[in-house]
């Protein structure tokens, strides 16, 4: 069982706090009763946040020997962090634990030293004084969130859905991920490096979207190109390129290939299917392009993910 450790400190901001609490708690493995095991852990017996005060079960001795620690937002990033939080997350660090911040959390794991020499973001409206103050991180403001590995920084509210997910599917794979984010009535996922800040059309444009989405999504196997996808939507190359930036934060190409890498990774987890089989399948022009697509994309060899995450 994978235990996460979620520090709830003073001044805590109420919905980061939630989202770990309702995302790893929803996770279903077959044959796994219980695959996270989910705490929070008070700054003190009693943690103040702006609209109400929290009673917890477990302080922050209890976050030792956790496999995963959050550190979600906090309301006053100019607060001091006290010297137990600290520790706290650095114990957590030499531990072995992985470490993960939402929103202004990232402001903790900065004072701790986690992210000295690393790429981290934070609610865009809070990334210039984190990189005032904390000169030796390098903060990118125009991200979701920065997988560093040992250390994830994530940006504010929905990001911190989007950052949660990728845990679940770094450690229980694709499918897995899906069920939680359905459970969450959620769309899996916006990848990381989506921009933070995205300015919506007017309704009816957004509305006119999610067809042309699910189209797309019906026929990854074929050869789409940016044309198709224009005439389809009966709009302009450039229109059309314009409406995905604004409500994907990509463009029509790159949310397709990530559309197809999400397919083979479902498919790899689920199927007996040919690594051959799975490239034609999620819409690969060939094994070699699907190989080194999937492996930039995901992190590892498609042969090795399906290792990891195919049930036995």
Not at 93 to 99: C, K, L, N, S, T
Not at 169 to 177: E, I, L, N, S, T
């Amino acid at each position: 069982m994978h235990k996460i450790a979620i520090l709830a400190l003073h001044g805590v901001i109420p919905f980061d706090l939630a989202t770990p609490c309702e995302v790893f708690s929803r996770v279903r493995v077959p044959g796994v009763p219980v695959p996270y095991e989910v705490i929070v852990c008070g700054e003190g017996p009693s943690v103040g946040s702006t609209l109400f005060d929290l009673h917890t079960r477990w302080n922050l001795g209890h976050a030792s020997g956790a496999d995963t620690l959050i550190v979600p937002g906090i309301e006053d990033i100019h607060a001091p962090v006290s010297a137990a939080v600290l520790a706290t997350v650095r114990a957590a660090a030499a531990g072995g634990a992985r470490i993960a911040s939402i929103c202004t959390g990232a402001f903790v794991l900065a004072a701790a030293g986690m992210l000295d020499g690393q790429r981290a973001t934070t609610h865009w409206l809070a990334a210039a004084e984190l990189a005032r103050r904390f000169p030796a991180v390098s903060v990118d403001p125009n991200v979701l969130f920065i997988d560093n590995g040992k250390v994830l920084t994530s940006a504010g509210a929905a990001a911190g859905l989007d950052l949660c997910l990728h845990l679940v599917r770094r450690d229980c794979g694709a499918a897995v991920a899906a069920g939680a984010a359905r459970e969450a009535v959620m769309p899996l996922e916006r990848g990381g490096g989506q921009a933070q800040f995205i300015v919506h059309p007017e309704p009816s444009s957004s509305l006119a979207l999610q067809p042309v989405l699910k189209w797309m999504e019906s026929r990854l196997h074929q050869a789409l190109t940016l044309e198709a996808i224009a005439a389809h939507a009966a709009l302009s190359k450039r229109t059309l390129s314009r409406r995905f930036l604004r409500q994907t934060g990509t463009s029509p190409l790159q949310w397709l290939l990530g559309a197809r890498v999400r397919r083979a990774q479902s498919l790899l987890e689920t199927s007996a299917l040919s690594i051959e089989q799975v490239a034609n399948a999620a819409g690969f022009g060939s094994g070699a392009a699907f190989r080194a697509c999937f492996s930039k994309q995901v992190g590892t060899s498609p042969q090795d993910y399906r290792r990891s995450f195919r049930p036995r």
